[in-house]
Each structure stands twice: as structure tokens, then as C-alpha cells.
């Protein structure tokens, strides 16, 4: 078994989603997202992302267990493949915009006559 865990640099959607579930065809192992206290499979996550809820910051864990000791190079090849390929497949949330630190407020001078 191989872990690996990420911080979630953007957001994942259906179609970034359905991407992943066809990388984890490219291993003989299976390939578990965690986050938080959900475990899934990642051939599921086209149907339990939006469960999920992966954005900026979320740390995701990827686990990898085959179960038969002569795929221990097919787990590390998949272990480091598939999470690469989830940064990647990431979309990028821009910047937030600077907020402003001054506040002016206007005042008006009473002018006794």
C-alpha cells in the first residue's frame, strides 16, 4: 500500500472528474481518494464529486493497494501518476482582488453664519 496526500490547488468538476476515473485505468491497483472522513474509489468519482467538495486548500489523500506483492512497482507507478494527474486536472481559482485598507469619509464642515 502507497499514501500520498496533496493540497488541492483549484476546484474539481464532473468533467475533471470522468478525466480521472479514466486515468485509474492505466493501473492494475486501486486507487482511494480521502477526504475528510470519505474514502471512495476513484473509478466513483464522476459520480460523488460535488459529495466531496474539493476546492483551494483541501487536502486529499490518495491511496493505493493492490494486494498481490509483484504489483508493488504498478502501485508506486500509480500512486505518483494519479496524483500528479489530479493537480494537473485542477482548475485554477484566480486570485481574490486586493481589498481595499482606507476608507475615506467624507465630512462636511458646519459653517456658522
Known sequence: ??????VAS?????DRAD????????????????????????QNL????EDLA???G??????????VRNLLDDE?????GFANRFQE???PVPPRPPMRTHFWRRTRRRVDA
Do not use: F, K
Open 89 to 91: 486536472l485542477l482548475i
Open 19 to 42: 478525466l480521472l476515473r479514466w486515468e485509474t485505468t492505466r493501473y492494475s491497483s486501486r486507487i482511494y481518494v480521502v477526504v475528510g472522513r470519505r474514502r471512495i474509489l476513484a
Open 58 to 67: 483541501t487536502p486529499v489523500g490518495i491511496e493505493v493497494s493492490s494486494g
Open 76 to 80: 508506486q507507478r500509480a500512486v505518483a
Open 54 to 56: 474539493i476546492g483551494p
Open 1 to 6: 500500500m502507497y499514501l500520498d496526500r496533496i
Open 46 to 49: 464522476p459520480m460523488c464529486w
Open 10 to 14: 483549484g476546484v474539481l468538476d464532473a
